[in-house]
């Protein structure tokens, strides 16, 4: 096949495929998890997904999925233990071939509950878990017991190699996919754009900076309030900052967040959104997307998004951002698809948002059209399905 070619997808005629995660609402794992299901259904398969429901849930069924109510998200050892009972009378009852775990509790029941039923279990270390004592690391180890072991990037598979040696024969990359159709410029009407324009209140004449992300500190929310500052004291006076995500009940961050930009003098500038669910036209409406995560990203999805529409991104240099972003010094800056800069420094992240807001329109284009070739060769939904696909395939012809 040659290396531009279409990725295809194994034949799973006859092949049920259990995926478990703890909810179906907004987030990297649980959009991926919708992915996968629509994936093994049109390759002949039966999706299952166990959780305990959400947002993504509808979307999941019309792609041909079932959507199983199972209490996923609890933490308690008895009811986890409990759930690896009831897993594999699940798995018995459905003729399930495999189990894919995408969290860490319900993937301590499905370890138990795959090898009481001699089932290949596949994991995806969908986060860089915080290390912590014994106990949190042997908790935190079972995204490395499955019999394959996706990350969703090279900087996961070298954490995991680090981390738990026992699993470095086991690691496959798979890297996070995006449908490309929905962030195509040519597919988002200006009537979408001109909708959210409006529902978040921000004038014609004014630029966006975005980050999309949910409420929580290590996201880096208050970075860009903090660098919002510094450009407005330095005259930048035609840019709103949109903060759009959910709180996800830290009402608290929320509430201190509006005192910072208060405080700040940005209260008619920066505006919290709450969740959007047309990320393509919030990308397209935004002038610079950043991610000032203070944590490294496991992948960096809003990132890749950005840059699919063409947007010039300002990310934090941690984690995947080398692979998802090139940028100096890795990549000379004339080549550049965005911006790295140090982490948890509104000085740098202001600075890298002033460049970005300052091209030329010649160098925008110019910078759209690396970024958008960027992803559609590494970070497509095809390549990511096809290789978590082949996985599957491997294992349950091994099994068989």
């Not at 798979?174 to 529902?199: K, N």
């Not at 959910?246 to 910072?260: C, N, P, T």
Request: glycine share 8%; charged share 25%; hydrophobic share 45%.
């Amino acid at each position: 096949m040659e290396d531009d070619a279409p990725p295809t997808l194994p034949d799973l005629s006859g092949t049920t495929i259990l995926q478990i995660i703890p909810e179906l609402n907004a987030g990297g794992a649980e959009r991926t998890a919708v992915d996968i299901a629509a994936a093994v259904v049109a390759a002949g398969g039966r999706a299952l997904i166990a959780s305990e429901g959400g947002r993504l849930g509808p979307e999941a069924e019309a792609a041909g999925a079932e959507c199983v109510d199972f209490p996923a998200a609890t933490k308690n050892p008895a009811r986890m233990l409990a759930n690896a009972t009831r897993l594999a009378s699940l798995v018995r009852e459905r003729n399930v071939a495999l189990i894919h775990a995408r969290s860490r509790a319900p993937a301590w029941s499905a370890l138990i509950a795959a090898r009481r039923t001699g089932l290949p279990l596949v994991t995806t270390y969908h986060g860089a878990y915080r290390r912590g004592g014994a106990l949190k690391n042997l908790y935190n180890s079972v995204m490395a017991r499955g019999d394959a072991v996706i990350a969703n990037s090279q900087f996961v598979a070298h954490m995991i190699a680090e981390r738990h040696p026992f699993a470095a024969d086991r690691i496959d990359v798979v890297h996070r996919g995006t449908d490309l159709s929905a962030f195509d410029p040519a597919h988002i009407t200006p009537e979408r754009i001109e909708r959210l324009r409006a529902r978040w209140a921000v004038a014609p004449d004014r630029r966006i900076v975005l980050l999309a992300a949910r409420l929580t500190g290590w996201k880096g929310q208050t970075i860009l309030i903090d660098a919002a500052a510094k450009l407005a004291a330095a005259g930048l006076d035609d840019v709103d900052f949109v903060l759009a995500g959910d709180a996800q009940g830290r009402e608290s961050y929320r509430q201190g967040l509006i005192d910072r930009m208060l405080r700040a003098g940005l209260g008619h500038r920066v505006r919290l959104v709450d969740h959007c669910e047309d990320m393509p036209a919030a990308f397209a409406l935004a002038d610079v997307v950043t991610a000032p995560s203070t944590d490294a990203e496991a992948f960096g999805r809003s990132a890749v998004e950005a840059q699919a529409l063409g947007k010039p991104v300002v990310v934090s240099d941690l984690g995947a951002a080398p692979e998802t972003v090139l940028a100096p010094p890795d990549t000379p800056a004339e080549i550049r698809t965005g911006w790295r800069v140090p982490a948890g420094d509104p000085d740098a992240l202001a600075r890298g948002l002033a460049e970005a807001l300052a091209l030329t329109p010649e160098a925008r284009q110019a910078l759209a059209e690396r970024a958008r070739q960027h992803v559609q060769r590494r970070f497509s939904l095809e390549a990511m399905t096809s290789a978590t696909l082949a996985i599957y395939n491997r294992l349950t012809l091994d099994a068989g």
